[in-house]
């Protein structure tokens, strides 16, 4: 079975500082991940995704992330945080081997940028 | 182009009452998705489509819920005599088809509240 962790429910940064958000992964397989973030009272907004090839993958508003194979993360980053970046992020993770395994999302991170 | 629509945007519910919420996906996207978003808690998954065809079901929390998709573009979830615990955000998302690599695009939700 498939699982995804957010080990932290808040993370606060101030402006300008960088920041991470964690996410640990378990499969069976191989796999696809992703990153989405909630703003109030909207659905989520796809941020970035690692599929294959490069394990730092880009993604919106200058995010970006790294898949590690060997520590089973795929943490989110950002060199400097901007007070817009407040807001709940997923992480998500799919088998790719299991077309019938369905996507499983963490509990969400809520980060906080301090102006 | 248009995204993931959903209406309502806001529901209240007597209890026992019948609801039925609906989704527009993006045209062209065979998978559609639904989750719940219960207060402090991520994304739980409800069923999904490929095409006029519910292929998972299991997370479906009773008998209550069903759902239907028409024509391989709307569908429409349906909640009978509601409860108080059915209380929650219900997101509606759409892929281009059901592939794991497939990224979901999500509507705005439902904010359903069961008096």
């Known amino acids: 079975a498939q699982s995804v962790a957010q080990p932290e429910d808040q993370v606060n940064v101030a402006e300008g500082n960088p920041l991470t958000v964690k996410c640990t992964y378990s499969?069976?397989?191989?796999?696809?991940l992703f990153w989405y973030v909630q703003y109030p009272n909207r659905g989520l907004q796809f941020l970035l995704k690692y599929i294959t090839g490069d394990n730092l993958v880009k993604g919106s508003y200058g995010f970006e992330a790294e898949f590690n194979k060997s520590q089973t993360s795929f943490h989110l980053k950002k060199p400097s945080a901007l007070v817009s970046d407040s807001a709940l992020y997923f992480c998500?993770?799919?088998?790719?081997?299991?077309?019938?395994?369905?996507?499983?999302f963490g509990k969400g991170t809520r980060l906080h940028i301090l102006p | 182009g248009a995204g993931v629509s959903q209406s309502p945007r806001y529901k209240v519910a007597k209890r026992g009452q019948d609801v039925a919420l609906r989704c527009d996906p993006i045209s062209g996207h065979t998978a559609l998705y639904w989750y719940r978003q219960s207060l402090g808690q991520g994304l739980e998954f409800l069923i999904y489509?490929?095409?006029?065809?519910?292929?998972?079901k299991s997370g479906l929390p009773s008998d209550r819920f069903s759902a239907e998709r028409t024509g391989g573009s709307v569908s429409t979830l349906t909640i009978q005599r509601t409860q108080q615990e059915d209380s929650a955000v219900y997101l509606c998302?759409?892929?281009?088809?059901?592939?794991?690599?497939?990224?979901?695009?999500f509507g705005p939700g439902t904010r359903l509240l069961v008096l």
């Open positions: 998302a759409s892929s281009l088809s059901a592939g794991a690599e497939e990224t979901q695009y």
């Open positions: 499969v069976s397989g191989n796999p696809y």
């Open positions: 998500a993770v799919r088998d790719r081997g299991d077309r019938d395994d369905k996507i499983i």
């Open positions: 489509f490929q095409g006029n065809s519910a292929p998972d």
